[in-house]
């Protein structure tokens, strides 16, 4: 069974790759298009109603500064991404990704989810990696290219597996990362390494931060984190037997098993604190729990 909806994972935009080189229908399509501003730190504009939205500008209103196309929607509306500081609008908010990502509607959540992903590449890389010489943006913003010997480079993605550890009596296992605050855990999470499989990462990352063997590691389900550049690829695994926890004390504070019913008394009573809806370590929690836990919405 895989997970079922994930706040970043929702997109429903043609991203219309194929028109990216195509600079006429590139420039037609900026002039009548919806533009999202982003700034360095992947903050947007939006509006606060009920829920919140994205406060789009005009091409003729917006900033300068690197744009990237994001794509059209079902009524052919074109989207771009300009990063930028932000400019003041009356009525308007800022606001960011952990913050609205889970409340927005499925075309915007996907629309800034792109944008803050792009804007954090190009605001780290500027420079061509081979020789140093400053780079020049093609492709509607998805390139950066050097002028000098020509090597491209495209958006850089880092690949992160997340993992929800169980025990033979489907206990689940949390932790506290080393810089958290007080009170907040979640699942395991790590970054890939260079010549690994997915299941090797799983199994690697769990026996390094607590120092269980894990077995049964099943894929369910993946989502953008482009905080700045990470895709988590969420997983379940189980810990046969009865193993000692051993913590990784630089990386991980504190970590024990709960049970479903432990796990929902602990939030109610504010022992534990999860971590938001628009994470998909929340969602690999509820797809254990086998419903929601209560609990933020924020992070
Ligand atoms: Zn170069």
Redesign the pocket.
């Known amino acids: 069974m895989s997970l079922g909806w994930l706040a970043l994972a929702r997109g429903t935009l043609d991203r219309v790759a194929e028109r990216r080189r195509d600079e006429d229908w590139v420039t037609a399509a900026w002039a009548g298009s919806y533009v999202l501003v982003v700034d360095e730190r992947g903050r947007v504009p939006v509006r606060l109603s009920e829920r919140p939205e994205l406060a789009f500008t005009s091409a003729r209103r917006a900033p300068a500064g690197e744009r990237v196309l994001l794509g059209v929607d079902e009524d052919k509306n074109a989207y771009f991404a300009v990063v930028a500081p932000l400019p003041e609008q009356e009525g308007v908010e800022v606001s960011d990704l952990r913050r609205i990502g889970a409340l927005l509607n499925d075309l915007e959540s996907s629309l800034v989810t792109h944008a803050v992903a792009m804007a954090a590449w190009h605001s780290t890389h500027r420079h061509?990696p081979?020789?140093?010489?400053p780079?020049k943006t093609v492709a509607a913003g998805h390139v950066r290219v050097?002028p000098?010997?020509g090597?491209e480079q495209y958006p850089r993605l880092d690949p992160a597996v997340i993992m929800l550890v169980v025990d033979d009596e489907d206990r689940a296992l949390l932790a506290r990362g080393a810089s958290w605050p007080e009170r907040r855990a979640s699942v395991l999470a790590g970054f890939m390494e260079p010549g690994e499989s997915l299941e090797q990462g799983v199994m690697r990352e769990v026996r390094e931060e607590v120092g269980l063997v894990v077995e049964d590691v099943r894929y369910l389900g993946s989502q953008p984190w482009p905080l700045p550049q990470s895709l988590m690829l969420g997983f379940t695994c189980r810990a046969a037997g009865v193993q000692e926890l051993r913590l990784e004390e630089s990386e991980i504070a504190d970590a024990r098993w709960y049970d479903r019913e432990e796990l929902r008394a602990a939030v109610l009573a504010g022992e534990l604190v999860l971590p938001g809806k628009v994470s998909i370590a929340r969602q690999l929690l509820e797809h254990w729990h086998g419903g929601e836990l209560p609990g933020s919405w924020g992070l």
């Open positions: 061509c081979r020789c140093g010489a780079t050097c000098e010997d090597m």
